[in-house]
């Protein structure tokens, strides 16, 4: 089985076979749900819909059915643009340890910062 | 008419709500695994485990408010077919995804306004169970009816099935809206709304849908009921036989 996934920059598409194999053509959905009020949307997971409206229904009924959210974003898997190349990203910033905020306390009261 | 009755108007008309909720239930869970969609199998599982929850409650307090109190699971699992009193609506058999989308949209079309109104209800314990259904069937319906217009407004193909569905379906409608002489008490006495008093908004909901959708609303003609007085289609026996199978065969099983 094949779905459409995100594709990094530089990358080629991949081809996607079309018909039943691939789940009748239902474009992939990335899923974030907000936990509660003044905290971020978080990525949860993916599902599959026809469109933007039932794509927010199947999120709601996969992923908030025991209550994990007061609110859903729903975004085309095509529609994201990955970053790629770990090595010269990200790996630059790992000998900048005074970049890091750990000098002082965060006191308890401030909670999600 | 016959009418099926426990000990006293409220209770039967509880048992009427409960045993329309556990048989579009179990309607619902036999689609599980058959769904075009795991997305929609999903879905389709969470509504019927809806309906289940409220047929739970309803079923509960329709034994305290009898004189002989009966459990949720005496009422829901031994019963016979002539004493379950549902719509006879909720006890057709699956066929295809539409006409499954299309009795989930026609009832949720009656139960939005039903529990509306029910959350005034005299009886608190009433009231409180029918906001919890309000929450849960206006999602339903917002659901079932953004499926009826993408059907119907889709390809030849969807709008041939469930315009058939529609077609197929309409004559178990009336029944719904029909109010008889074990409301009227209810009604007088502020427990109840008449059902007869849902037609205009189940109406109004569903002419909407049917004209996005592109639907032909079908002809009025000969409705058939029958379901409240315990006089239904062969298909609710079939469905009582699955449903009831474990408690009858092992008396007094419990989780």
């Keep these: ?113 | 008419m016959r009418t099926v009755t426990t000990d006293t108007p409220l209770g039967t008309y509880l048992v009427r709500l409960a045993d329309d909720n556990l048989v579009l239930g179990q309607r619902l869970g036999e689609y599980i695994a058959h769904a075009p969609e795991l997305e929609e199998d999903l879905a389709i599982a969470n509504t019927g485990l809806d309906h289940i929850g409220i047929a739970r409650h309803l079923y509960g307090l329709a034994g305290r408010v009898e004189g002989d109190g009966r459990s949720e699971d005496e009422l829901a699992m031994l019963r016979s077919e002539r004493e379950f009193t549902n719509a006879l609506l909720v006890e057709q058999p699956n066929t295809d995804f539409a006409f499954i989308m299309v009795r989930q949209f026609l009832f949720d079309a009656y139960q939005v306004p039903l529990w509306t109104l029910l959350s005034e209800s005299a009886n608190s314990e009433l009231a409180g169970i029918a906001a919890k259904g309000a929450k849960e069937a206006t999602y339903h319906l917002r659901r079932s009816s953004s499926w009826i217009v993408r059907l119907g407004d889709g390809t030849d193909e969807s709008h041939r099935r469930v315009q058939a569905a529609v077609d197929g379906l309409w004559r178990y409608t009336g029944e719904l809206l029909e109010s008889d002489d074990v409301e009227a008490e209810l009604v007088s006495s502020g427990l109840i709304a008449a059902s007869s008093d849902l037609s205009a908004a189940w109406e109004g909901t569903v002419d909407a849908v049917l004209e996005e959708a592109t639907l032909t609303r079908p002809a009025d003609r000969f409705q058939l009921s029958g379901g409240r007085s315990g006089i239904h289609t062969e298909h609710l026996g079939l469905l009582l036989t699955e449903l009831q199978w474990m408690q009858r065969s092992h008396p007094g099983l419990t989780w």
């Design chain 1, 1 to 113: 089985m094949s779905y459409d996934v995100p594709i990094a920059p530089g990358e080629q598409p991949a081809e996607v076979p079309t018909g039943a194999a691939t789940s009748q053509g239902w474009p992939l959905w990335e899923v974030f749900v907000r936990a509660k009020r003044g905290l971020n949307h978080t990525h949860v997971g993916s599902i599959h819909a026809p469109d933007a409206q039932s794509a927010v229904q199947n999120a709601r009924d996969g992923y908030t059915r025991r209550a994990e959210g007061v609110s859903v974003w729903v975004v085309r898997s095509t529609e994201i643009h990955a970053s790629d190349d770990a090595s010269s990203m990200f790996e630059p910033f790992e000998d900048k340890p005074y970049r890091h905020p750990t000098f002082y306390e965060i006191p308890e009261e401030v909670g999600q910062l």
